[in-house]
T-cell receptor, first 114, second 114 residues
Framework: SQQGEEDPQALSIQEGENATMNCSYK?????LQWYRQNSGRGLVHLIL?????REKHSGRLRVTLDTSKKSSSLLITASRAADTASYFC??????????????FGDGTTLTVKP | EPEVTQTPSHQVTQMGQEVILRCVPI?????FYWYRQILGQKVEFLVS????????KSEIFDDQFSVERPDGSNFTLKIRSTKLEDSAMYFC????????????FGQGTRLTVV
């Protein structure tokens, strides 16, 4: 089974609308991170949420984490055309269990239409 | 702002040739990583490196791959005899601590094997 699965796979919205992306994972984690990747470019770290945190904000980004459901969501409010990108969640396993490496999901491709 | 730098940004090589991908991690970071992303697929962990030795590697990281920190600043990934399926974006990352901290990713090197 796959660690770090995002849904939806693709999301298309109008500028100004909110975008919500979800991520589910299988094993116990130490933290979960969200990254953005513009087409063919590098990974940009957006936000890290630790396993003992439930919600975190950064600008127009809001991330929630539900460790009981092994899921996280990324909300982008008041979206802009520049938010068009792929968004990945990545989990770091608890220390002592494959610690130090991030396991990435398949990503959600977000298109924001002007 | 400190950043991880990777060179070259794009490398084209003949099948069977050796390539070396170079990375300069952030100066006070101690943990180093290589990830790979085949076009249209998820980012996959290759190897982590700490204290001048490999701390973990994935099944992708077979005998044709090697990593080295030849001096105090560079971290390299060598592919001895490239195959067509090695064509991918290769990301270097570094972090201060193992897990629990955000890893900073470079912009990636796009390797094309022809």
């Amino acid at each position: 089974s796959q660690q770090g699965e995002e849904d939806p796979q693709a999301l298309s919205i109008q500028e100004g609308e909110n975008a919500t992306m979800n991520c589910s994972y299988k094993t116990s984690i130490n933290n979960l991170q969200w990254y953005r990747q513009n087409s063919g470019r590098g990974l940009v770290h957006l936000i890290l949420i630790r396993s003992n945190e439930r919600e975190k904000h950064s600008g127009r980004l809001r991330v929630t984490l539900d460790t009981s459901k092994k899921s996280s969501s990324l909300l982008i409010t008041a979206s802009r055309a520049a938010d068009t990108a792929s968004y990945f969640c990545a989990t770091d396993a608890k220390l002592g269990t494959n610690a130090g490496k991030s396991t990435f999901g398949d990503g959600t491709t977000l298109t924001v239409k002007p | 702002e400190p950043e991880v730098t990777q060179t070259p940004s794009h490398q084209v090589t003949q099948m069977g040739q050796e390539v070396i991908l170079r990375c300069v991690p952030i100066s006070n970071h101690l943990y180093f990583y290589w990830y790979r992303q085949i076009l249209g697929q998820k980012v996959e962990f290759l190897v982590s490196f700490y204290n001048n030795e490999i701390s973990e590697k994935s099944e992708i990281f077979d005998d044709q791959f090697s990593v080295e920190r030849p001096d105090g600043s560079n971290f390299t990934l060598k592919i001895r005899s490239t195959k067509l399926e090695d064509s991918a974006m290769y990301f270097c990352a570094s972090s201060v601590r193992q897990s629990s901290s955000e890893a900073f990713f470079g912009q990636g090197t796009r390797l094309t094997v022809v």
